[in-house]
């Protein structure tokens, strides 16, 4: 069975492009476009990893693994950040404070995003 993975990003040109690029590596790919629809999503679906966009309109994707970290049911999802903020020590704490297991920067290489996906599966 493929491994599932959610993307979150409120840019839909971006949602699209990660989701053609992982299912052509075989994932099966869910997408929200923002904090709330993961939230929902999440109630149905059980991914095994989840890329989360950090700059959202609405609720954050920090906002967002934090609702999700505080629900015994999606508490323990593994969660990478997709963002192009550079990460600064104040970052790296939040990171490690909500369990995010890595950040990939954009704009990314293909193959990388690859790799580093399933490196984290």
């Known amino acids: 069975m493929a491994n599932k993975i959610m993307v979150v990003d ?3 040109h971006l949602l699209e492009l990660v989701r053609d690029i992982l299912e052509g590596e075989g994932f099966e790919v869910i997408t929200a476009s923002n904090g709330m ?3 929902e999503k999440l109630k149905k679906e059980h991914p095994d990893l989840i890329l989360m966009d950090i700059m959202m309109p609405g609720m954050s994707g920090k906002e967002t693994v934090k609702k ?3 629900n015994t049911k999606t508490k323990d999802l593994k ?3 997709l963002t192009v903020s550079v990460s600064s020590a104040f970052e790296r704490k939040t990171m490690k404070e909500l369990n995010v297991v890595d950040y990939i920067l954009k704009p990314f290489d293909n193959e990388d995003l690859v790799r580093r996906v399933k490196k984290l599966l």
Do not use: G, I, T
Request: proline share 0%.
């Open 10 to 12: 409120d840019e839909e």
């Open 68 to 70: 999700m970290r505080a």
């Open 37 to 39: 629809e993961c939230l």
């Open 79 to 81: 969660v990478a950040f």
